[in-house]
């Protein structure tokens, strides 16, 4: 089922919290996409390119610390969207943001608006990372057996769920990043 949103955009119904990568600002693609990708790509190189390697799985696993990380943050970053979301009104929450405005479907969003799809963006990526990160340590020994007489199969894997981890870290921590900055700095800015 589709739920319709303003005009003739629709998103099926657990994708909504993606609508966060419509809203338009000047500065906004380089947050969501430039400097996310320039931070996975760079990390993944240093990854495969340092030698001894720290492993992706075990109890000294890059998977497990990043799991370790994301079941205690995703319930906060759900929290918090809680919290905004029905927060009592205010002057600074519930006006435009100062300088340039942030735009969804032509129209344009309050700093609570904005703050509630960034929150819904940062926790479903929190999830996804989450599911992407027990499903990879879940798969593993499937895989082992799968590339058993393929050691070329068994790298391109090990590279291409290296990278996708890359991504999806970058992803979630430069959000987190521009979501601190806007809840620290943006939305207790005073207005004229």
């Known amino acids: 089922m589709d739920v319709e949103q303003g005009g003739t955009h629709s998103r099926l119904r657990l994708l909504a919290p993606i609508r966060y990568l419509s809203i338009r600002h000047p500065e906004k693609r380089r947050y969501d996409v430039v400097i996310p990708l320039c931070v996975a790509l760079a990390a993944w190189i240093v990854y495969v390119g340092v030698q001894p390697r ?38 600074n929450i519930d006006r435009r943001p100062m300088g340039f405005e942030l735009w969804l479907d032509n129209d344009a969003l309050t700093m609570r608006q904005f703050l509630c799809f960034l929150l819904g963006y940062l926790s479903f990526l929190g999830l996804v990372t989450l599911f992407a990160v027990v499903g990879a340590a879940l798969m593993r020994e499937a895989v082992i057996s799968w590339t058993a007489s393929a050691p070329l199969a068994r790298t391109a894997v090990w590279a291409i769920g290296s990278l996708i981890l890359s991504m999806l870290l970058s992803f979630l921590s430069v959000t987190v990043f521009w979501s601190l900055y806007f809840l620290t700095d943006v939305a207790n800015r005073k207005g004229n």
């Not at 109890?59 to 205690?72: N, S």
């Not at 319930?75 to 029905?86: C, E, K, R, T």
């Open 54 to 91: 720290a492993p992706l799985f075990g109890d000294a696993g890059l998977l497990r610390f990043a799991r370790d990380l994301l079941i205690m943050a995703v319930p906060f970053m759900v929290g918090a969207l809680a919290a905004v979301s029905m927060g009592a009104p205010g002057n």
